[in-house]
């Protein structure tokens, strides 16, 4: 991506992490206001999860908000299960929220599991056991949570699904997340616009997903591949390895050491005598690992591929600045 594009992206995505973090705690008012029995009454399923949060309801979540913390805060404790410290989305999203919580007068338990899915488990479920009064819940594996989220609502406690859906719960009473499919939307137009293909000259290309446990990772597959399907169905791209489903270019926990392996095996399999044009990542960290790939196979700036990204992370940022 080119320098203007990216800080237009960049400072839309801190207005709807902004946004974001305002709506959350609306939300964690909302649920504690509600009390045990509404929360469980109000619980949306997963197959029918709340629509995410819009930029028009920011204004009256913001009032919300400000108008119900005192009743809503005195005493309580919310806590807050995060995935990773690896991501510096993560670490910013903990610290943000926990410090919008606590302006709010609550007490907030902010923890990281370090992708550990078992050790998330054990996590909430001391929360729950330590005298929670709402979770904020981002999931490393939503499936494994089922049984801990069951014990929250059992006790009435609110659970809010942050950034990443809950699957296959009833507990869940609100879900605050972004567009995720618009993400990928706009990763795929980006590429379509920029990479010069057409069938008479047309680019490779190798897709670098997110993370199979991840509801987040198929919407945004969902809405790269409705941008890049005209040009692989008419040959201006090529994926050459021809790992285009989902299944097979998932990276599990969005890992940036997986991705470079994959990206090492593509090269050496695909592309030992022809240049990969596009790598097409979900996640800057992704992003990383395919650049230390290519650097080790020799790429240059003469040429260098077509990366793509999303988190705006500071050092994506750097590397977009210096071409």
């Not at 080119?2 to 902004?18: A, I, P, R, S, W």
């Not at 869940?172 to 137009?189: H, L, M, P, R």
């Not at 990276?251 to 030992?272: N, P, S």
Request: a negative charge; charged letters at 20%.
């Amino acid at each position: 991506m080119n320098g203007g594009f990216h800080q237009n992206v960049k400072e839309d995505l801190f207005m709807k992490k902004k946004l974001l973090s305002v709506l959350m705690s609306a939300a964690v008012v909302a649920s504690l206001l509600a009390g045990c029995g509404a929360a469980a009454g109000t619980a949306a399923p997963a197959a029918d999860a709340a629509p995410a949060a819009t930029e028009e309801a920011a204004p009256a979540a913001d009032a919300a908000a400000d108008t119900a913390a005192p009743a809503a805060s005195n005493g309580k404790k919310v806590a807050v299960a995060m995935p990773t410290q690896s991501s510096e989305r993560w670490m910013h999203d903990g610290a943000n929220m926990k410090e919008q919580l606590e302006a709010l007068g609550y007490e907030v338990d902010l923890q990281y599991a370090e992708d550990d899915v078992q050790a998330q488990v054990s996590q909430i479920e001391n929360m729950i056991a330590a005298g929670a009064n709402c979770l904020v819940i981002a999931a490393i594996d939503s499936d494994a949570l089922v049984n801990v989220e069951a014990q929250a609502k059992d006790a009435g406690i609110p659970v809010i699904a942050y950034d990443r859906l809950l699957m296959n719960t009833d507990a869940v009473s609100y879900y605050a997340t972004f567009d995720n499919k618009g993400v990928g939307t706009k990763i795929g137009e980006y590429i379509v616009q920029h990479c010069g293909a057409t069938p008479d000259a047309p680019k490779t290309i190798e897709l670098f997903m997110g993370s199979p446990d991840d509801n987040n990772a198929h919407m945004l597959y969902a809405g790269l591949m409705e941008q890049i399907q005209p040009l692989l169905d008419d040959g201006s791209l090529v994926c050459k390895s021809g790992q285009l489903a989902f299944d097979d270019n998932n990276t599990l926990r969005w890992d940036q050491q997986t991705a470079m392996k994959r990206c090492e095996d593509l090269l050496t399999r695909y592309y030992a005598d022809e240049d990969l044009d596009i790598c097409a990542c979900a996640y800057d960290g992704l992003s990383y690992g395919c650049m230390s790939a290519l650097e080790g196979a020799g790429y240059t700036d003469a040429n260098w591929p077509l990366i793509t990204g999303q988190d705006a992370e500071l050092m994506a940022t750097k590397h977009i600045i210096s071409g």
